[in-house]
């Protein structure tokens, strides 16, 4: 086993009694035919499982429409594609030639894809109360910023809302990089706070999206000082 994937074993606080289901977890369909679609298929189960019974507990008085939209918020691609990149799992994607050319280690789909994937072989591996463990722990700060009864606003009107009540300039969006063919781009983007001397950039599978990304990682790190 290379220290770079002890490393990221450590990242995600799990050790596995066999590795081999978690490398068919980060192994993507284009690299042959074992890889990691079924268990993608039965990791986004268990995630919003694990979530929506996080969310009834956590918010006794939410109504069903309220913990749906809550959990959509938690369980979204863009969401699992954060976290993907919070444990720095695209350096262990395995990807057939096509993909490694066209940046799939970078792509928000793959990567989400493989985070389910990671659970499944988690709770294959070590069982239910283990990836329980794991999903609350990677989607702690997540869960602790829901509330149920705040319409949740994306991240450029948050960001914009916060920027406008200090008095500060609004934030500049810049595309830098297109990857991909035209059907399938990955874009990404930089959000540029000039009064706050910060600059975020995000990925998205369209130029929107990754501006939201970029404002939500710039809205994270104001949050996080």
């Known amino acids: 086993m290379s220290a770079a994937f002890e490393a990221l074993l450590r990242r995600l606080d799990y050790q596995p009694q066999d590795d081999t289901l978690l490398r068919c977890a980060l192994t993507h369909r284009s690299a042959g035919k074992h890889n990691n679609e079924r268990l993608e298929f039965l990791g986004d189960a268990i995630l919003g499982f694990v979530i929506a019974d996080q969310l009834y507990r956590r918010f006794p008085e939410a109504d069903e429409g309220q ?27 395995v990807l057939g030639r096509g993909e490694l050319c066209s940046g799939g280690h970078n792509r928000a789909s793959i990567l989400a894809d493989a985070v389910e994937a990671v659970l ?13 463990s794991l999903i609350l722990r990677l989607f702690a700060k997540r869960l602790e910023r829901l509330s149920p009864d705040v319409q949740q606003k994306d991240p ?48 998205g599978g369209s130029r929107r999206k990754a501006e939201q990304a970029a404002a939500k990682r710039l809205l994270d790190e104001i949050r996080d000082d």
């Open 120 to 132: 499944a072989a988690v709770y294959l591996d070590k069982g239910l109360e283990a990836v329980r």
């Open 156 to 203: 450029k009107t948050q960001l914009q809302e916060y920027l406008q009540a200090r008095g500060l300039a609004l934030p500049k969006y810049s595309v830098i990089d297109i990857q991909g063919d035209s059907h399938d781009q990955i874009f990404t983007v930089t959000c540029r706070s000039a009064d706050l001397g910060r600059e975020t950039v995000g990925r």
């Open 67 to 93: 913990l749906s939209r809550l959990r959509s918020s938690l369980v979204k691609r863009e969401t699992l594609a954060e976290i993907a990149r919070e444990v720095d799992l695209s350096p262990h994607l």
